[in-house]
């Protein structure tokens, strides 16, 4: 018999800040469909403001790497103790998993243990590394709410409950703004060149990025003197962890907050960290450069369980390389300015990576993801 909707609450788990804002996506339609639903669990400033009461936020302490992640694990611990506490103290319908996959696979076994339903959101990609974790999923969560369709088979043929729903990012990007509006609204001349940095959201990304992009950025500028630079800033980042590099930058760089997908929109090309961001401009359809970088450990670890040849989300969908992927030693703002002045220079280029992005975004379903992750949600919380 499923709980009165006076009473239905669920904990929702996000520990990054993309994981934060589909988890806002997901708490909203949560609340359309039932107003009188409770929501607490762990996320950043977009899940509060979506109505969930955050017991922890994880999402400025989010890392790249294994090694990275040793300094932290006091406070992960501690916060995997509380949603621990507060779920055995609470009983909710449903515990909803989005990403973060090391942590939310132990709050999982918690749940199991107390018979509550785990729902994931945004699930591990096991497609990409560690696949032997879909048997522990398998194990420990009542179903998969799978955001790429090539996910579906995958879980299925482990056993797994899966609903494909699509990718949450849809519902984000603002459908209104193609590369004309956005070019409006950032007061770009008409014919002019502009370059979006997007160094990541994460710490360690812009650490290692940053530098690279403000060198290329330099080289750019020096073969081509009339192009322009915005930095889009994430907001997990602070102004101050990214003013000493673009101060010390010889070209102007333009850093702007809360405008990542203006930027994206009217940029005719982007140096971009690999992450979700690369999906974003994919399905805005503008030209990329992809770099990255982790600690050497990091890289290690990676090379052994990796088992995709590409590192970019843009590539990955499409099943080819349609941007180019600058890793580790190759992630020089050297490499990086010879790789975007050789697609500046040729149109043609350019004109090809967009007619191959324009494909990606018809992988990914419908908007409407949030909406329909919602009902599988207070389904399965139903049939308990």
């Given at each position: 018999m499923s709980a009165s909707p006076l009473t239905t609450s669920f904990m929702l788990s996000a520990g990054e800040a993309s994981g934060d804002l589909h988890g806002a996506q997901l708490a909203r339609a949560l609340r359309a469909l039932a107003p009188a639903v409770r929501l607490t669990g762990m996320g950043g400033f977009r899940m509060a403001e979506a109505g969930v009461g955050l017991l922890e936020d994880l999402t400025r302490l989010a890392v790249v790497g294994g090694s990275e992640a040793v300094g932290r694990l006091p406070?992960?611990?501690r916060a995997y103790r509380t949603l621990a506490r507060a779920m055995a103290e609470t009983r909710p319908r449903g515990l909803v998993l989005i990403d973060f996959p090391e942590f939310n696979l132990l709050l999982a076994r918690v749940a199991k243990r107390l018979g509550?339903?785990?729902?994931?959101?945004?699930p591990p990609q096991v497609w990409a590394w560690r696949r032997g974790r879909v048997k522990r999923i398998a194990r420990l969560v009542t179903k998969v709410l799978a955001v790429f369709p090539f996910e579906v088979p995958l879980y299925r043929s482990a056993g797994v409950p899966v609903e494909f729903v699509g990718h949450p990012l849809l519902d984000s990007l603002p459908r209104a703004l193609d590369r004309a509006e956005a070019r409006r609204r950032m007061v770009l001349?008409?014919?002019?060149?502009?370059?979006?940095?997007?160094?990541?959201?994460?710490?360690?990304?812009?650490?290692?990025?940053?530098?690279?992009?403000?060198?290329?950025?330099?080289?750019?500028?020096?073969?081509?003197p009339d192009v322009r630079f915005a930095l889009a800033l994430?907001?997990?980042?602070?102004?101050?962890a990214v003013a000493?590099?673009?101060?010390?930058?010889?070209a102007k760089i333009d850093v702007l907050s809360g405008?990542?997908?203006?930027?994206?929109?009217?940029?005719?090309?982007?140096?971009?960290a690999s992450g979700t961001a690369t999906l974003e401009a994919a399905c805005l359809g503008t030209p990329m450069v992809v770099c990255y970088r982790v600690s050497r450990f990091s890289e290690l670890i990676g090379r052994l369980l990796i088992r995709i040849p590409w590192i970019s989300l843009a590539n990955i969908v499409a099943n080819r390389a349609v941007v180019p992927e600058l890793i580790q030693d190759d992630a020089t703002g050297e490499r990086l300015a010879q790789e975007a002045l050789s697609l500046l220079r040729?149109?043609?280029?350019?004109?090809?990576?967009?007619?191959?992005?324009?494909?990606?975004?018809?992988?990914?379903?419908?908007?409407?993801?949030?909406?329909?992750?919602?009902?599988?949600?207070?389904?399965?919380?139903?049939?308990r």
């Open positions: 406070r992960l611990y509550i339903p785990v729902i994931y959101f945004v001349p008409e014919g002019s060149t502009l370059v979006g940095l997007l160094p990541g959201s994460r710490r360690e990304e812009v650490e290692r990025l940053l530098g690279p992009m403000t060198e290329a950025a330099t080289r750019i500028q020096d073969a081509w994430a907001p997990t980042v602070k102004p101050e000493p590099a673009v101060t010390a930058c010889p405008r990542t997908h203006e930027i994206m929109a009217a940029a005719d090309l982007l140096l971009i040729e149109p043609g280029r350019l004109a090809a990576q967009r007619e191959a992005l324009s494909g990606i975004r018809a992988e990914l379903g419908e908007p409407g993801v949030g909406e329909r992750a919602a009902r599988c949600v207070l389904a399965v919380a139903g049939e």
